[in-house]
């Protein structure tokens, strides 16, 4: 069979190709040649990633599926949960409602502290909150919580009735923020 046989470029097209260079390598590795085995596969014990994972990128062993875009199966999530329990909270909050807004336990009990004014407020405010505590409709801890707050209001009243009543030369001058 004959030989075909191209034309031969235009000697235009010689500048184009003035010095040969070889863009791809296509041995092994040369950076690092004990990396590779001699068929230019990674050798046993080397890494193809010698740096690393780079930072801020999820270890993807511990990354939560996302449940909303690739929805498991009841068997396959419970077989996540047996091979890794710490993901069982992260699951639950994409599954579960969020949580509904706490309720104070002042506002359980009825009460309304921006009403207190007097010491005689104060000790039935702190009545009522002992007797739920009594009766175990709230903790010991809220308790503690609402007289810490009723006491602040009450003081904070009083400071507000001492201002008042005190003269106006006593204040001084009432300045301004600048701005």
């Known amino acids: 069979m004959p030989e075909i046989a191209a034309d031969p470029p235009v000697s235009s097209c010689y500048r184009l190709y003035s010095r040969p260079r070889l863009s791809q390598l296509l041995g092994p590795d040369p950076s690092s040649p004990r990396a590779r085995d001699a068929r230019g596969r990674f050798a ?25 875009a690739r929805p498991l199966s009841a068997q396959a999530l419970s077989d996540l949960l047996d091979r890794k329990p710490q993901l069982l909270r992260p699951l639950a909050e994409q599954l579960l409602p969020p949580p509904l807004s706490a309720i104070g336990a002042a506002a359980r009990l009825g009460i309304d502290l921006s009403s207190l004014r007097t010491f005689e407020d104060l000790r039935q ?4 909150v002992l007797a739920a505590v009594a009766r175990g409709e709230i903790a010991p801890a809220e308790a503690a919580h609402i007289a810490e707050r009723a006491d602040a209001r009450l003081r904070a009243a009083r400071r507000l009735a001492q201002m008042e009543r005190r003269p106006a030369h006593e204040t001084g001058p009432v300045r301004t923020p600048r701005g």
């Open 44 to 68: 046993k014990g080397s890494s193809g990633n010698p740096r690393g994972r780079p930072r801020g990128i999820p270890n993807p062993k511990r990354r939560v599926p996302d449940l909303a």
């Open 125 to 128: 405010v702190l009545s009522a």
